[in-house]
């Protein structure tokens, strides 16, 4: 007689399945927060290496531009403009040109097939990111703001609204980057695509909105770092109406919700592709 393990024989087989010992259990799928401070630390690892020297290029052509400017504005309400425009800058030459670049190349490389099989929500992936990137911003927004008070004379008292101004327009032209960059077909199309709105945001942010002709003045509208250019810009008065401050900086937040949920669909529907 020869002895067979009951795990070979139909009976057995079914018995293990029905006792539930020989499927394996996959593990919980990761929590929103956690994964995105997760993708937010490794983004911020990485970029302080590779994006360090084109944060001084965007520094260095915000302030270029302020002392260009300088010889045709001579101050008042054109030179608030000029300044905040220039600080804003700052942000949308990092959160939507250079995130739009790397979403472009991430797809194009196949790189999203790694975020695809890691059990992390894809809000994360895009939010951690994004944050990442506008973080970035911070140290050449706020030297390009107080250059500029000092090359125009205006005050500094309330240049506190930058911590306020710098996420919520980062999260609103970071969200249209990542948008750009992974609804691009091609990586040099989400890098044509991401040149052109921070052409967009310079033109139409750091030039004085009186002399536009009304055409371009509403296609300003519709940019979302033109309402955190103008928040900033009204704090340089004597005394600031800072309910309408609150108003620019809420629109901005409303579009930094909508262009980050886009991009998250944009997202889902390059991973599955």
């Known amino acids: 007689m020869s002895v067979v393990p009951a795990g070979v024989l139909p009976g057995g087989a079914l018995a293990v399945e029905e006792d539930g010992r020989g499927a394996a259990e996959l593990g919980p799928r990761a929590r929103m927060w956690p994964a995105l401070v997760a993708v937010y630390r490794a983004q911020l690892s990485r970029a302080r290496v590779a994006r360090i020297p084109l944060l001084f290029v965007a520094t260095f052509q915000s302030v270029g531009i302020m002392i260009l400017m300088r010889g045709v504005v001579d101050g008042g309400g054109e030179a608030e403009s000029v300044v ?11 959160a939507l040109n250079l995130l739009a670049q790397y979403f472009g190349q991430l797809r194009a490389s196949g790189g999203l097939d790694h975020y ?24 050449g927004t706020v030297v390009t703001a107080v250059f500029g008070c000092v090359l125009f004379g205006l005050p500094l008292a309330h240049l506190w609204v930058l911590a306020a101004v710098i996420p919520l327009a980062g999260a609103a032209l970071a969200g ?31 030039l004085p909105a009186d002399r536009m002709p009304e055409v371009v003045r509403l296609a300003r509208d519709l940019l979302p770092s033109t309402y955190g250019v103008e928040a900033l810009a009204r704090t340089f008065g004597a005394h600031p109406d800072w309910a309408f401050v609150a108003g620019d900086l809420a629109v901005c937040a409303g579009v930094g919700v909508v262009s980050l949920a886009v991009a998250t669909w944009a997202y889902r529907r390059a991973a599955v592709r």
């Open 84 to 94: 905040a425009g220039a600080s804003v800058l700052v942000v949308a030459f990092v």
């Open 116 to 139: 695809a099989t890691l059990p992390v929500p894809p809000a994360s992936v895009v939010l951690g990111a994004a944050g990442a990137y506008a973080s970035f911003t911070v140290p």
């Open 176 to 206: 249209l980057g990542a948008a750009l960059g992974l609804l691009a077909p091609r990586p040099e199309l989400a890098t044509l695509l991401g040149q052109l709105g921070m052409s967009a945001a310079l033109l139409l942010g750091v």
